[in-house]
């Protein structure tokens, strides 16, 4: 069948840095589990679209999960229960179900073992791939733990092999950075040193001037971040914050020469003129004056989805405010210094009101401030200062906007902490939802009370859904399925509410016998 009506305005409207591949003997479907708008704002997503589109012969296609719509691929309207690799890159904990869902729409079997020779093979890679595999064993035939620059050669050979499925699994899961759970077990018990090793970026001896940054493949209008360019600066963190899985999963750190940053910008320039830079931590990459500099030179207009706190500095924000950017987001995450030393988050009470200040005098008109409740040891002092810290922090700003004629808005962003694998606090417990709601009911009125202070507040349902999906191993497979099925989140919460509850707060320390479901998975 030919494209939808709908794929075929978005396919209109889109412009390319580099043309796919749109014609080969080997066919293979790339999807992501949202919608095309969130789904094209990924440069991981996109930048996997165009590694597989320059292997030889080989065709790769989109798909997306757009509710009520038909499950087929976005250039052609293939169904994609005529592929045979079905490859998803899945970032995020909330788009799990996702899968599930649009296999039921393409009339596939969702269970890996109702799966047979007349099926696609399904590949699932991205950031929740190799953070707990788990909750998805059941379904997902081969798990792809690493970055794309090392999977996406050896993914292309197997689909272009001609093997049958029993010999793709087989040979599969005796190739790096694969798990299979049919052949290796659940934890896979059966490979090799009972470790499936995750395939590092490319290693810092690689990153020469001549090394091509990741960098959008398809500019459209029809997504989250219209037109954007968007380009990585580096992978990993210096600041090791103890809640961040990004910061441990992709040590050590990998920065890219600004040359090779401005090569891509410069090529894509005809394009489009405007830039977001993709990073952990953008502003800690040593050459990011030279970057935004040269970003600006060529007339782009820059945005920066966060700035770290003490990489702030005038030559930065100059550059920023320079080119019409107002708007800005710091993570002080914690409202005192005592809390965010336990967490590894480097900055003072001192250096956060510099810092702001310096902002602020600079002319930005809005600041989001992201915070957490419910970190491990939070007192009620602690939620009490994060409200005095916002208070501070708004008596700069009527300071500083006396001389400017305007007060900047600030939008303190509370998240509860979710424990996440992979990290120091992998086994702490997700806060009791009475202690949590009390928390943000808390500041919720505390921040109402103030001028110019915009509170935004994360949904507990949300919280406790997006901790379980986080550490849930294959024995929650039956409730992945009702949530597919439509049973609202609300409802399973209420329903499983034990089952739940045991996986979200776990005992402080975990018993030998019940190691964790992501245990076998190694960094080295």
Same mark, same amino acid.
């Given at each position: 069948m030919p494209p939808t009506a709908q794929n075929r305005q978005l396919a209109a409207l889109e412009r390319f840095t580099?043309?796919?591949?749109?014609?080969?003997?080997?066919?293979?479907a790339l999807g992501f589990p949202n919608s095309y708008a969130v789904g094209m704002s990924n440069l991981g997503f996109q930048w996997v679209y165009r590694l597989f589109n320059r292997v030889p012969d080989l065709v790769c296609e989109r798909f997306f999960h757009e509710e009520a719509q038909p499950a087929v691929s976005f250039e052609t309207g293939t169904a994609l229960s005529e592929f045979g690799l079905l490859a998803w890159s899945l970032s995020w904990e909330m788009d799990v179900v996702n899968i599930l869902?649009?296999?039921?729409?393409?009339?596939?079997?969702?269970?890996?073992?109702?799966?047979?020779?007349?099926?696609?093979?399904?590949?699932?890679?991205?950031?929740?791939?190799?953070?707990?595999?788990?909750?998805?064993?059941?379904?997902?035939?081969?798990?792809?733990?690493?970055?794309?620059?090392?999977?996406?050669?050896?993914?292309?050979?197997?689909?272009?092999?001609g093997l049958s499925r029993k010999?793709?699994?087989?040979?599969?899961?005796?190739?790096?950075?694969?798990?299979?759970?049919?052949?290796?077990?659940?934890?896979?018990?059966?490979?090799?040193?009972?470790?499936?090793?995750?395939?590092?970026?490319?290693?810092?001896?690689?990153?020469?001037?001549?090394?091509?940054?990741?960098?959008?493949?398809i500019l459209t209008p029809s997504t989250e971040l219209a037109d954007k360019l968007l380009v990585e600066i580096s992978r990993g963190c210096t600041e090791m914050c103890r809640f961040c899985w990004a910061a441990y999963a992709m040590a050590p750190i990998k920065q890219y020469p600004a040359s090779s940053i401005l090569k891509v910008a410069r090529a894509s320039r005809p394009l489009t003129g405007r830039a977001g830079l993709i990073a952990t931590a953008v502003c800690d990459h040593p050459e990011i004056v030279e970057i935004l500099e040269?970003?600006?030179?060529?007339?782009?207009?820059?945005?920066?989805?966060?700035?770290?706190?003490?990489?702030?500095?005038?030559?930065?924000?100059e550059v920023l405010i320079r080119q019409g950017e107002r708007a800005l987001a710091i993570a002080p995450e914690a409202g005192n210094e005592r809390l965010r030393r336990h967490i590894n988050k480097k900055v003072s009470d001192a250096m956060l009101r510099e810092k702001v200040?310096?902002?602020?005098?600079?002319?930005?008109t809005r600041l989001k401030l992201y915070l957490q409740v419910g970190l491990p040891t939070e007192t009620e002092e602690d939620v009490r200062d994060?409200?005095?810290?916002?208070?501070?922090?708004?008596?700069?700003?009527?300071?500083?906007?006396?001389? @400017?004629?305007?007060?900047?808005?600030?939008?303190?962003?509370?998240?509860?902490?979710?424990?996440?694998?992979?990290?120091?606090?992998?086994?702490?417990?997700?806060?009791?939802?009475?202690?949590?709601?009390?928390?943000?009911?808390?500041?919720?009125?505390?921040?109402?009370?103030?001028?110019?202070?915009?509170?935004?507040?994360?949904? @507990?349902?949300?919280?406790?859904?997006?901790?379980?999906?986080?550490?849930?191993?294959?024995?929650?497979?039956?409730?992945?399925?009702?949530?597919?099925?439509?049973?609202?989140?609300?409802?399973? @919460?209420?329903?499983?509410?034990?089952?739940?509850?045991?996986?979200?707060?776990?005992?402080?320390?975990?018993?030998?016998?019940?190691?964790?479901?992501?245990?076998?998975?190694?960094?080295?």
């Open positions: 580099e043309a796919p591949n749109r014609f080969g003997a080997y066919r293979i869902k649009t296999l039921a729409a393409a009339g596939i079997p969702a269970r890996r073992t109702d799966r047979d020779e007349r099926h696609p093979l399904l590949l699932v890679g991205g950031d929740i791939a190799r953070m707990n595999p788990a909750a998805l064993a059941p379904f997902v035939d081969v798990f792809a733990l690493g970055d794309g620059e090392r999977l996406v050669p050896r993914i292309a050979g197997l689909a272009k092999a010999a793709f699994l087989e040979t599969a899961a005796g190739l790096p950075g694969f798990f299979v759970p049919a052949v290796q077990g659940a934890r896979a018990e059966a490979a090799e040193s009972q470790r499936i090793v995750v395939q590092q970026p490319m290693s810092r001896a690689e990153i020469t001037p001549a090394f091509e940054v990741p960098h959008t493949t040269g970003l600006s030179a060529l007339g782009y207009h820059i945005a920066l989805s966060s700035i770290k706190i003490d990489a702030i500095e005038d030559r930065i924000l200040r310096l902002v602020l005098a600079r002319g930005f994060m409200a005095r810290m916002v208070r501070e922090l708004r008596d700069i700003a009527i300071s500083e906007g006396r001389s @400017l004629g305007r007060v900047a808005q600030l939008v303190p962003s509370v998240n509860a902490f979710i424990p996440k694998p992979h990290t120091p606090y992998e086994d702490e417990s997700l806060a009791p939802e009475e202690e949590l709601r009390e928390k943000l009911a808390y500041l919720q009125r505390e921040f109402g009370r103030m001028d110019n202070v915009a509170f935004r507040g994360m949904s @507990l349902s949300e919280a406790v859904w997006e901790a379980y999906l986080a550490r849930v191993d294959e024995s929650g497979a039956d409730v992945l399925e009702e949530a597919a099925a439509g049973v609202p989140v609300r409802r399973l @919460l209420k329903q499983h509410r034990d089952r739940i509850a045991a996986v979200v707060r776990p005992q402080s320390v975990r018993p030998e016998a019940a190691a964790a479901p992501w245990s076998f998975i190694a960094k080295r």
